[in-house]
């Protein structure tokens, strides 16, 4: 039995001594060390535990772990945490200073200083319910936090802009953001939106912000169009244009930044004196497999509101109708204060005259509401296609979409088509090289409008209650009005067709050398380049140009931009106790 107990202690004894080395591995001594043992050498890694929970004290899984030299800024190693909120990460802390930082979306980043393997790295993450963190694109397409900067700045998502419904990026605006006033000039489709920021600044200068889209200006501008022969202000004759930022699809946009301090856009010079618009597009995800989005959606219009015209007195003056020649000789009559209704209704005739004043028909009195048989019910139907991939390479995105607009008012239309691509990839670990390149055709039927005695709504509004202009426009070839001043609204939309066609490209292709982990090269050049070829016709038979016996004109608009910028960033602390951590 003694021999037999001395062999059972030796046995336990040997076991004791074989597990030691095993318990050591685990790390449950003060300095415990991680071997990996190679055939050359052998390299003493220190390894670091801790935990991660909310500030409910539950586990937070997938949060990433990074250990950042506080030196450079740069990310050393990582890991993640597990279902338990637990991670384990190795590094060697003989080779400088370091801190362990822990990030996860929702929550404030935190971070703290590595002391040594011995003790357990724990971390309590606050929601981020303030945004602290949150990143913008400010000038240059640099991200910056917006925490961190010493101008306003208010940032918009896309989605945002395409649940608005507008067609026009700068109308989708409206209402969006503090101090940013948009301007639309009519509600027929195509029409231009005009936009300030903090109100005009300027009494002569044009006011608006500069447009910057990936890093690149592009032009918003409302070029009008008129008679070039004609000295008076084309602004408020001929027809509503559209301005240029109407080219853009906004279902491609990521995220619109508005930037309203001289600060900001300091960069781009007098151009964004009065504020900078900085639109961020879509990129492909950097994910395995490929991501298709097909989209469509539908709008009808109708005016809200129509103005308020009289329907109790007939055409005519002095509380006389007037008959099929006017008791002064002149058949130009154009006011509204004839005789009550109650006395004329389907008992007189209505004269119907042309550009000389000759009456070419008659009509019976009766009270006509001229908008409501005028207006229609407008129909916008845009169709959006998306396809995109990639991995951690690289990525890309390809998009297209198409815009069928007919408007309120009869035979007016804009129509807008657009086809992007956009690509990022990285190069030898070192270099990324990103390119986007859209191409849009745009244009459609404007409508006359202003000081224009072919304008829609100067006939519609003055034509009196007695007179229906839906009757007819023309009388065997001649146009039919209550007057001869100005054309039937109906007349002018369809006599007197406005037509444009936009075909616009716009590039950019940038790249950026990590040359080392604090200094960033970063070269970018873009173009922007359109057509806009416009075509005007007056009938020889339309009031504006009867005279003259009709006019047609053409105009072509060419504009060209070349952008290019050369930008050095530097980014790294040289001293704990200036810079902090």
Do not use: C
Request: glycine share 10%; hydrophobic share 35%.
């Amino acid at each position: 039995m003694k021999r037999l107990t001395w062999v059972v202690l030796l046995l336990l004894s040997g076991s004791l001594a074989y597990a030691q080395p095993d318990i050591r591995k685990k790390g449950t001594k003060d300095k415990a060390k991680e071997e990996t043992t190679t055939t050359e050498k052998t390299v003493q890694m220190d390894l670091l535990r801790g935990k991660v929970v909310d500030d409910k004290n539950e586990p937070v899984a997938g949060a990433t772990v990074a250990v950042i030299d506080k030196m450079s800024g740069g990310v050393i190693t990582g890991a993640y945490t597990d279902d338990k909120g637990e991670f384990n990460v190795a590094v060697d802390l003989s080779k400088g200073k370091y801190a362990l930082k822990v990030t996860y979306v929702g929550y404030r980043a935190a971070m703290l200083d590595i002391e040594g393997a011995g003790r357990s790295y724990d971390f309590v993450l606050v929601s981020d319910v303030v945004g602290i963190e949150e990143v913008v694109i400010t000038a240059l397409n640099m991200q910056e936090k917006k925490a961190s900067l010493g101008f306003s700045v208010q940032e918009l998502k896309g989605r945002d802009l395409v649940q608005s419904g507008e067609n026009n990026v700068v109308q989708s605006l409206a209402l969006k953001a503090a101090g940013v006033q948009i301007i639309q000039s009519t509600g027929v489709p195509g029409a231009s939106s005009k936009i300030l920021i903090r109100g005009n600044a300027s009494i002569t200068g044009e006011n608006q912000p500069l447009f910057i889209i990936d890093g690149v200006p592009m032009d918003n501008s409302t070029n009008t169009s008129g008679n070039p022969l004609d000295g008076s202000n084309n602004l408020l004759k001929s027809t509503p244009q559209s301005n240029r930022a109407i080219d853009l699809n906004p279902d491609d946009i990521e995220s619109i930044t508005i930037l309203k301090g001289p600060a900001a856009s300091a960069l781009y010079g007098t151009r964004a004196g009065y504020g900078a618009i900085v639109i961020t597009t879509k990129k492909g995800a950097k994910s395995n497999g490929l991501n298709i989005e097909v989209g469509n959606s539908t709008e009808f219009s109708t005016p809200n509101r129509l103005d308020p015209i009289q329907k109790r007195y007939s055409q005519g003056v002095n509380g006389k109708f007037i008959p099929p020649t006017s008791i002064d000789g002149n058949p130009n009559m154009r006011f509204s204060y004839g005789a009550s209704f109650d006395t004329l209704e389907g008992r007189r005739l209505v004269p119907v005259f042309d550009n000389f004043g000759n009456i070419v028909d008659s009509t019976n009195v009766r009270v006509v509401d001229n908008q409501e048989k005028f207006f229609q019910t407008g129909v916008s139907n845009t169709t959006t296609f998306a396809l995109s991939g990639g991995n951690e390479i690289s990525s890309y995105r390809i998009s297209s979409s198409h815009l069928e607009q007919s408007g309120i008012v009869p035979n007016s239309a804009f129509h807008r088509s657009t086809l992007r691509f956009s690509g990022q990839t990285n190069l030898l670990n070192k270099i990324t090289a990103f390119s986007t390149i859209n191409y849009t055709n745009s244009g459609g039927r404007r409508v006359q409008h202003g000081s224009n005695l072919s304008g829609v709504m100067l006939a519609l509004l003055r034509t009196p209650a007695n007179f229906d202009n839906s009757e007819g426009y023309e009388v065997n070839g001649i146009p039919r009005k209550y007057a001869r001043s100005y054309d039937n609204p109906f007349w002018s939309v369809y006599k007197n067709p406005f037509t444009d066609n936009v075909n616009r490209i716009i590039g950019s292709t940038a790249f950026s050398i990590d040359l080392i982990n604090w200094l960033n090269v970063t070269y970018r050049i873009g173009s922007d380049f359109y057509t806009d070829r416009r075509k005007q016709v007056y009938h020889p038979l339309s009031r504006e140009y009867f005279g003259a016996g009709g006019m047609i004109y053409e105009e072509m608009i060419n504009f060209q931009e070349i952008y290019s910028d050369f930008i050095v960033t530097a980014k790294r602390n040289f001293s704990e106790k200036l810079f902090g951590s």
